[in-house]
Structures are given as structure tokens and as C-alpha cells.
């Protein structure tokens, strides 16, 4: 059964449909929101916002793009909702989010290295603004015209967003570089990849 | 050109083990939550919709309904006194009941042969309520 076909039958009110969605996509989503916020646990919070929307908006759902964008799209507004919060309140160091990765998350792979620490404090350093589409881009591997659909902005908006991103977190990483963790990033540098 | 890939190096983190009861659970909560605050919700525009017709009705009634016309309007209205219906001053109507006998008037004059009688049936009876 394909995700439209789930979808169809969430919108019976089919909790089961909606629990094999939630299994399909869990991952996904709480990977995407904990790229965005930086916070595990906030990242499973608000992925579990997004599931509840996908179930009572069910009816809101039209199958003309893909059912991931629109999942995506949930997700992404809620967060951009959280970061502006946030950014009102109180700051997180990095310390804490590193303390947070190492305790709480359920990571597939070692992230807690100097490179992964800076660039945690890159992305968090960048706009909400230029780090969705650049996370959409370069962590999700969605196309442009994909995440013009996501953020709902033109694909030339998009374009720029990414561009104009990239070239930012790029700065704070040469900023970086001077730092401890200087090494590691002289090395990406080298081979071309920043 | 080789794609900018150093986000790669993030790691990818999954939810927890307990995601999908979580998840459940808290829908179960809503559903249970939702559904009363749903049908108060209703209650509340249903009482919102009446109290709003109800208004309307007397605003109605008030401001449209009981207009103090003219004189003229009235006149119209009641078909009589046309020839003040210029006036335009606003005036009550105020309905006289003058009870008049007729036989008393026709008695003394029966008579007069050079009287011609233009006699109106008003009504069978002889006592008769007349409106003006």
C-alpha cells in the first residue's frame, strides 16, 4: 500500500493507516527537526506535532505532490514557529547540545567529533531563514523545485536561500577554522568540499 | 564541481524506541479532548447565532419596524384626511368614536317637500358608531 493509499484511509479516521505512516516517516522527520533546532528532545517534540497535524489535517491533504512534501512542509513550519520562539527567549550552548546528542539521541552514526561540533554551531549560527533550504538541500537531498513546494517560495527564492546559506555557513566555518578544531576543517577545505 | 556535502558529516540521529506509542497516546488524548471541546465549540455559536437573530429582530422592530412617520404617511395609511397630506408635520392619529342617531335629525324635516335626502345604509341599525 503506497503512502496516498494510507493517506486515503486517514482521512477515514484509519489509526492504523496513520501508525504505518508514523513508522515510515519517524525517522525522517525527527533527523530533519533535530538538523533544524539543533535539540533532540525538542526535535521529538515537535515531530510528534507534526504527526498530530497529519492526522487532523488529514482532510486538508491533496494528493498533487508528494505526501513526503506535505509531511515537510508540517515540519517545517512548526519548526520556523519554535526557532522564532526561541530566538526570543533563552540561548543553548553548545556544550549543552552536545551533552543532549551524547545522552538522549539515538544517533546512527558518531557525530561527536570537533568538525560536527562546528558546523552544529554553524547551522545554528544561520538564519532560519537560509538553514531550512540549505538542510532540505544538503541533509535531506531534496531538488529545489522540491523544496520551492516545501517552503512555498519560488524556485529562483530557493536558489538564492541555498546559495546565500552555503556561503555563510561557509564563513563561520573559516571562522572556525582558527579555532580547535582547525585541522579537520583545513583538511575539507583542501579537498574542495567547503 | 563536486556539490557542497560537509552537512553529511552531521549525523543523522532516529527517533526513540518509544516513538510511535508516544505518538498514539497522545492522539488517543486529543481525540478524547478534542471531541467535547468540538461539540462546546458548536454549543457556543449555536447560542452565538441566536443571540445574534434575536438582536437583529428587535433592532429591527425598534429602528424599523415602529418609525414615527408623518402625518401625510399616516393619513395614507389610514385613508382619510388626504386633504393634509402635504403637511408633512408629525402628528398622532388620534381615531374619534362619535355615536350619532340619525332619526332625530330626519324627524323635523319630513315636511320640507323641497328637501332631497341623500342617505348613505351605514348599517342596519339605527344607532351607529361612526369613525372618522
Known amino acids: 500500500m503506497d503512502e496516498q493509499e494510507l493517506m486515503s484511509r486517514v482521512q477515514e479516521g484509519d489509526e492504523a493507516a496513520f501508525a504505518r505512516i508514523v513508522s515510515l516517516y519517524k525517522d525522517r522527520i525527527v533527523n530533519f527537526l533535530y538538523q533544524l533546532t539543533g535539540e533532540y528532545e525538542r526535535a521529538v517534540d515537535l515531530s510528534q506535532e507534526t504527526f498530530m497535524r497529519v492526522y487532523f489535517k488529514a482532510d486538508k491533504y491533496k494528493p498533487v505532490g508528494a505526501f513526503s512534501s506535505w509531511v515537510y512542509t508540517i515540519a517545517a513550519n512548526l519548526a520556523k514557529t519554535d526557532l522564532k520562539k526561541r530566538r526570543r527567549s533563552i540561548v543553548v550552548s553548545l556544550e549543552d547540545i552536545q551533552n543532549d546528542l551524547q545522552a538522549g539521541s539515538f544517533s546512527e552514526d558518531a557525530p561527536d567529533t570537533g568538525l560536527a561540533r562546528n558546523l552544529r554551531q554553524a547551522l545554528d549560527r544561520l538564519s532560519p531563514r537560509y538553514r531550512l533550504p540549505v538542510i532540505l538541500k544538503d541533509v535531506e537531498g531534496y531538488s529545489q523545485e522540491e523544496i520551492a513546494l516545501i517552503i512555498k517560495k519560488p524556485v529562483g527564492t530557493v536558489k538564492a536561500r541555498i546559495s546565500r546559506g552555503r556561503h555563510m555557513l561557509k564563513r563561520y566555518l573559516e571562522k572556525a577554522v582558527s579555532g580547535s578544531d582547525g585541522p579537520a576543517l583545513a583538511k575539507e577545505f583542501e579537498n574542495g568540499r567547503v | ?132
Request: no cysteine; glycine share 8%; aromatic share 8%.
Open chain 2, 1 to 132: 564541481m563536486e556539490e557542497f556535502n560537509l552537512l553529511e558529516k552531521l549525523g543523522k540521529v532516529k527517533a526513540p524506541p518509544d516513538f510511535e506509542r508516544r505518538v498514539m497516546d497522545r492522539l488517543a488524548h486529543l481525540k478524547r479532548t478534542k471531541a467535547p471541546a468540538a461539540l462546546f465549540g458548536l454549543r457556543l455559536s449555536l447560542a452565538g447565532a441566536l443571540t445574534a437573530l434575536v438582536i437583529g429582530f428587535l433592532l429591527v422592530n425598534i429602528f424599523v419596524l415602529q418609525k414615527p412617520g408623518t402625518l401625510a404617511d399616516q393619513s395614507q395609511e389610514s385613508g382619510l384626511d388626504r386633504s393634509a397630506g402635504n403637511s408633512g408635520l408629525k402628528a398622532e392619529v388620534i381615531r374619534v368614536m362619535e355615536p350619532l342617531n340619525y332619526s332625530q335629525e330626519f324627524r323635523g324635516l319630513a315636511s320640507d317637500r323641497g328637501a332631497i335626502y341623500i342617505l348613505e345604509n351605514v348599517s342596519d341599525k339605527t344607532y351607529q358608531e361612526i369613525r372618522y
